[in-house]
């Protein structure tokens, strides 16, 4: 079954860390770039950061930058985002999503919804201040 499953979310005090896990199953890990969204309510789908797994370079969007930090595991199909320094702003559905075959696009143009086609469930942050 081709799926993504994210994990790893929770409630923190603000300051506090997280590390959200994405498993893919069912197709091959690296053929796609990945990218971890999130979404509060009431507002837009917001991207975070992109993963290209072919060679693990990453990009973060300058709300994040700093904080949080993308990584894999190639043995694991699996791509984390490691959150530091969580404010309550950061509170959200978490999800990872695999991009349609093509270039991945390291930069704020690559994040954009639409261009992916596979989502995971998500998994919640909250941080409370």
């Known amino acids: 079954q081709v799926q993504l499953v994210e994990s790893g979310g929770g409630s923190v005090q603000a300051g506090g860390s997280l590390r959200l896990s994405c498993t893919v199953s069912g197709y091959t890990y690296h053929s796609n770039c990945l990218a971890w969204f999130r979404q509060a309510p009431g507002k837009e789908r917001e991207g975070v950061g992109v993963l290209a797994p072919i060679n693990g370079i990453t990009y973060l969007s300058d709300s994040v930058k700093g904080r949080f930090t993308i990584s894999q595991d190639k043995a694991k199909n699996t791509m984390f985002l490691e959150m530091n320094s969580l404010k309550p702003e950061d509170s959200a559905m978490y999800y990872c999503?695999?991009?349609?075959?093509?270039?991945?696009?390291?930069?704020?143009?690559?994040?954009?919804?639409?261009?992916?086609?596979?989502w995971g469930q998500g998994t919640q942050v909250t941080v409370s201040s």
């Open positions: 999503a695999r991009r349609v075959l093509g270039t991945c696009r390291l930069s704020s143009s690559g994040m954009r919804p639409s261009d992916f086609d596979l």
